[in-house]
């Protein structure tokens, strides 16, 4: 185990990590079996990826409202979601197509992180990320 790095006698907080993809699918995978011996509809593909990974490819409309088009990276698979998809670590919060910023659409994702202080005290930290088709998360 990594011990917490050292200031002055005082553990620092650090990030925990999440399970490599290729556990999350296995995860994933165990779920869906589950949800087929139980006669219950599957879980969502995307709850197997973090957002992260998760690259947002396009907005569209229907006549159930805004969706996104996103690109699991580790697997290039693509998916459709809407507001409150959720993630592994987190989820779809909102799809900003129409407003008064439409010139420049955006998908906001509440990411959860996890913290560990010197102590093993473990504590979630929720953070807004916003993505843009074809770019960078802001």
Known sequence: MIKPKT??????SRLLGFPPVEVRRAEYIQK???AHAADRPEPDPLSQYL???LEVRG???DERGYGVFVKALPTGTMFFAR???HV???EVMRIA???ADSANPKVLFREITHMEDGNGKRTNQEHVVAKVPGGAAR
């Open 88 to 90: 592994y670590n987190g």
């Open 83 to 85: 507001n409150g998809t």
């Open 59 to 61: 907005i569209f409309r």
């Open 7 to 12: 200031t002055n006698n005082k553990f620092e």
């Open 32 to 34: 869906v079996s589950v």
């Open 97 to 99: 197509a129409e407003d």
């Open 51 to 53: 957002v992260s990974e």
